[in-house]
């Protein structure tokens, strides 16, 4: 694994601990935003790791890297992606549904009119060109095939960013911002928007607690991968890292009935794999059940 000085803002572990600072998450989320979106981005609520589980035993759930509540606005979901399994990577606008309707059915109230769905945008900021047509914005809206200059407004955007895309005109800020987000350092803080957003990243780095965050992860990820577990030899793959999670919360308290049933029956393997670096990285099981939405 990288060290943490050398990780980027594409890196999950870097990203979450910038998102989850008190001091610097909202600013720093807030930032990002207005140079993707290129407009003014209001207060953020920010909900790092924000977690929707399957519909039942056996259904898929999802894990959301950055989930974003912007004031009297918008939801943004951002997603880091350093993947480069192809078929990761083929299955991408799939996935990008599949986050919109968890999102959509999590955010919908009982009884509210469809005219109160708020508007979602979700972006995956990806170190490889997802289309092959190297453009650093590629932005997906439902559209009508027969008429496409016909307007239909659904309030649903997909937004993929490809760091080294130069196809399209990007706006300079932008640009700037794909390029220190894939290569995080004090060269690429080329504007007075990224000189202070570097300071952040760099806070966060030095901060004690987010360096022991970090080394006590490699240490459960390395034991982990020495018994097996995260390859799901235990009892096959889900169960395996139920059995990793619970391990994790029972050095750190006594883990409540409805904590270890919640856990043992979950088989969507997104879930699984936050719940499982949320384990390593909290003090208590309380903070485990209030950060997993239990």
Known sequence: MKKLEEMNLVDDFLAYSLTVHKTYGEEACRYILQCILQRRIRHLTVMPQKTWYGEGPGKHG????????????????????????????????????????????????????????????????TTY????????????????????????????????????????????????????????IAENAQSEGLARL??????????????????????????????????????????????SILMLLGEKGPVPARIRQAVQTQQGMDVLNAWLLLAARVENVAQFEEQAGL
Do not use: W
């Open 198 to 243: 570097h300071k952040m990243v760099s806070e966060v780095k030095a901060d004690r607690e987010v360096g022991l965050a970090y080394m006590k992860s490699v240490e459960i990820e390395q034991m982990i991968r020495a018994e097996g577990i995260v390859e799901g030899k235990a009892e096959g793959k889900a169960e395996g890292k139920a059995e």
């Open 129 to 184: 060109d997802p289309f092959g047509r190297d453009r650093m914005l590629y932005t997906i809206r439902n559209g009508c095939v027969e008429a496409p200059d016909l307007p239909y407004e659904d309030g649903a955007r997909t937004i993929f960013l490809y760091t080294k895309g130069t196809e399209g005109n990007p706006p300079e800020d932008l640009r700037l911002l794909a390029r220190y987000m894939e290569h995080s």
């Open 62 to 125: 999802i894990r959301l890297d950055i989930y974003l509540d912007e004031e009297d606005g918008e939801i943004f979901d951002m997603e880091p992606d350093r993947n480069h399994i192809s078929e990761d990577m083929g299955a991408l606008p799939r996935r990008a549904r599949f986050y919109h309707a968890k999102i959509d059915a999590g955010i919908f109230a009982a009884g509210e009119g469809y005219e109160k769905l708020r508007n979602v945008i979700v972006i995956f900021i």
